[in-house]
C-alpha cells in the first residue's frame, strides 16, 4: 500500500508540473527598425591638374618636380598605373627630362600629389 501511495504521489506531482501552467512570455515586440545614417562622404582624393616645367626628376623614386606658371614647385610620386604620354602615345618614366614642359593629372591625398597621367607637351 504504502508503494500505491508513493507512486501515486510521484505521478500526482509529475502530472502537476506537466500541466501546470508555462510562464508567460512577453509579447514578441516588434524590432524597431533599425536607423542607418547614411553614409558619409569624405572626399579622400581631389583631381587636380598642373602644367609646367619638370625643375628636378628623381628617376630611382620615380618623382617628379614641376614648377608651374606662378612659380609654384609640386612634387608628383609616381605609382606603377601612372601612364606617361607624348604626342598621345604612351611613353616610359624614362621619357620624361627635367626642362620638359608637362600637364600632370593627380590625385591629392591630403598634401601629397599621385599623378595619373603626365603628357609631355
Not at 612659380?71 to 604620354?85: A, I, L, Q, W
Request: aromatic content about 6%; cysteine-free; glycine content about 4%.
Amino acid at each position: 500500500m504504502k508503494k500505491v501511495l508513493f507512486v501515486s504521489a510521484i505521478v500526482s506531482g509529475l502530472s502537476s508540473n506537466a500541466f501546470a501552467e508555462a510562464p508567460a512570455k512577453e509579447a514578441a515586440k516588434p524590432a524597431a527598425p533599425a536607423v542607418v545614417e547614411p553614409a558619409k562622404v569624405v572626399p579622400s582624393e581631389v583631381m587636380v591638374e598642373i602644367e609646367g616645367t619638370i625643375v628636378k626628376l628623381v628617376a630611382k623614386k620615380k618623382e617628379i618636380y614641376v614648377k608651374d606658371a606662378a612659380g609654384k614647385k609640386h612634387e608628383f610620386y609616381f605609382t606603377d598605373k601612372t601612364t606617361v604620354t607624348s604626342a598621345g602615345a604612351p611613353v616610359e618614366f624614362s621619357a620624361l627630362k627635367e626642362g620638359a614642359s608637362v600637364r600632370v593629372s593627380a590625385e591629392k591625398h591630403g598634401k601629397r600629389l599621385t599623378p595619373v597621367s603626365v603628357e609631355i607637351r
